[in-house]
Nanobody, 123 residues
Framework: QVQLVESGGGLVQAGGSLRLSCAAS????????MGWFRQAPGKEREFAAA????????TYADSVKGRFTISRDNAKYTVYLQMNSLKPEDSAVYYC????????????????WGQGTQVTVSS
């Protein structure tokens, strides 16, 4: 069983930055693609960003492209989401996910999920 633990969420003003981290419990996570999804109250979970197991391929939702950067450190079994120029509409619970189907934007391609970390952006 793979456990994913997110951290780094919090309250930030619009225009500010946050860096989310997702630590995996098993070293075998190193060959999994990793993704970040988010869910705002009353809305469906949506894709934000994903990275391949090598780190060589990244994909982003149009809504975050140019503002968010996903990266990973396989030596530390950790994936990051650097979020800059945050907007109130970025407020959501952010979930980390791991899967063996490439850097997909589909939540169905991911096998393991963290519990989420809250991000709140004030205007």
């Amino acid at each position: 069983q793979v456990q994913l633990v997110e951290s780094g969420g919090g309250l930030v003003q619009a225009g500010g930055s946050l860096r989310l981290s997702c630590a995996a419990s098993r070293r075998t996570i190193w060959n999994f693609a990793m993704g970040w999804f988010r869910q705002a109250p009353g809305k469906e979970r949506e894709f934000a960003a994903a990275v391949s197991w090598t780190g060589g391929t990244t994909t982003y939702a149009d809504s975050v492209k140019g503002r968010f950067t996903i990266s990973r450190d396989n030596a530390k079994y950790t994936v990051y989401l650097q979020m800059n120029s945050l907007k109130p509409e970025d407020s959501a619970v952010y979930y980390c996910a791991a899967g063996s189907n490439g850097a997909s934007n589909s939540s169905r391609k991911y096998d393991y999920w963290g519990q989420g970390t809250q991000v709140t952006v004030s205007s």
